[in-house]
């Protein structure tokens, strides 16, 4: 493979494996559990990663996934989940151990939070600190001898913020502690965690990466090292491999990943512009807006694609937050983000995660993930909504 090739031909091209036995120019699916072993007697390694053995070993569905994010992310390994949470999973699982401390974005997916707050710390006497991971300072604070891991999300999931992860690998790495990315909510072709310094690169690939709401799945980007480990521990001896099935359906749809990624960066801005300028909308926060609180940042950080995530709030009560996703007609209600088309989540003022996120959004917000639809038929969908919650 050419070395050079740029963003949306390595999406087409990468990792794409010749079936020699028929010349099919799509990657057959391999339904198969297990593969014949050499009887030459070369040693068998039952836990290797580098040999076909028995599809939790290593499959190859999930090999042609593994390239083509390698060869778009430049990172030397991937290893493959059946999940996000299961791909989170094999990072903590491999790298920490009782006692060590972890330093973990304030702001986090729902399972990361349960994880670092009550399982990890209960079960395996995990120290954890929680931290506001926009505030470098804030986590050079928290650094502690025995600290072993920093994991950050950027964009953190449902706030948006960006943290700078160059500063915070710096840290890191002078308290001997590896640094891992959870980048779902920015996919692998803008933002690029690895190069900036991350050791570990997290994606849920139901999201973008996937992007078409028909599977599960998570991945692992990084040294080869390090990946190793993962794929040793996490993949082959804890179990949460991704199907032939489902690793081929998510290889499919990487390869439109730039173009949709580009496509929902421009309709989440057109989006974001008009509900800064709505009287309807009581804030708004997209890190493509200048507006937004690091927006500077993000600008360093993002390649002008800010991905689809916005979250905002209306003016209105309980009630009209509710008849607002019941007027929307485009725009579903449901959870799950970067998928073709739009969802929207609401957390009420009630929900019990409120109280660690920014100030604004503790009155309760809406999460959009802005699909792929035209942004004018977005924005009229959302206006003909206010209007019939007389919020306009
Ligand atoms: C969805 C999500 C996950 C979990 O992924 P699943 O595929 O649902 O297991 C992890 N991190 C972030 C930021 C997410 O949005």
Redesign the pocket.
Known sequence: MNQSMRTQTTAVHGGIRKDDTFGAINEPIYMTSNYRIPTDGTPVDWSGTESNIYARNRNVNQMVLQDKLCALTGAEDCAIFA????A?TGVFVPFLNTGDHVIVSEVC?S??NLLFRKYLPEKYNIEVTFVDSTDTEAIRTAIRPNTRLIHI?TPG?PTTEISDIQAIATLAHSAGALLSI?A??AGPVSLFPLRLGADLEIH?M??YINGHGDS???CVLGKKELLTQVKEIAMVNFGGILSPFNAWLIARGLVTLPMRMAQHSRVALAVAEFLEKSPAVRFVWYPGLESHPQHNRAKELMHGQYSGMIAFDIKGDERAHQQFLNELKLVTHAV??GDIESLIVYYDKNSDKLPHYPQIFQDGFFRFSVGLEDAEDLIEDLQQAFLACNLI
């Open positions: 999940s996000g949470v299961a989170l997916y399972a990361t999300e999931n959870d779902t909510f849920s139901t999201k599960l799945g998570g799950s983000l």
